[in-house]
């Protein structure tokens, strides 16, 4: 019913920049909240960032002041902007979002996930 996909992971130096992208498409008839997780090995899922529909966010600290959520309602999609990568940043990063499909309620979906790697 929704798809999420994600594109523009992968191999960033330490302190290097990367953009990920996640678009929701299917019977779409809102989104909701969008937002990034990560799960590095070994560790559980944590939370990176979420935007609302109106714009307001939330980051892990962590990343405040390094990376940048943003988000196109037009094209139902989530941005991650990563700046000053650190290694601890490398993870696979999924994708979430709240949407209500036509004639249905709410409900979460997630990504397939894209791997980021922040190495020399």
């Known amino acids: 019913q929704v798809e999420l996909v994600e594109s523009g992971g992968g191999l960033v130096q330490p302190g290097g920049s990367l953009r990920l992208s996640c678009a929701a498409s299917g019977s779409i008839f809102r989104v909701y909240t969008m937002g990034w997780y990560r799960q590095a090995p070994g560790k559980q899922r944590e939370l990176v960032a979420t935007i609302t529909n109106d714009g307001s966010t939330v980051y892990v600290d962590s990343v405040k002041g390094r990376f940048t959520i943003s988000r196109d309602n037009a094209k139902n999609t989530v941005y991650l902007q990563m700046n000053s990568a650190k290694p601890e940043d490398t993870a696979v990063y999924y994708c979430?979002?709240?949407?209500?499909?036509?004639?249905?309620?709410?409900?979460?979906?997630w990504g397939q996930g894209t791997q980021v790697t922040v190495s020399s």
């Open positions: 979430n979002a709240l949407v209500r499909v036509q004639n249905g309620i709410p409900l979460a979906s």
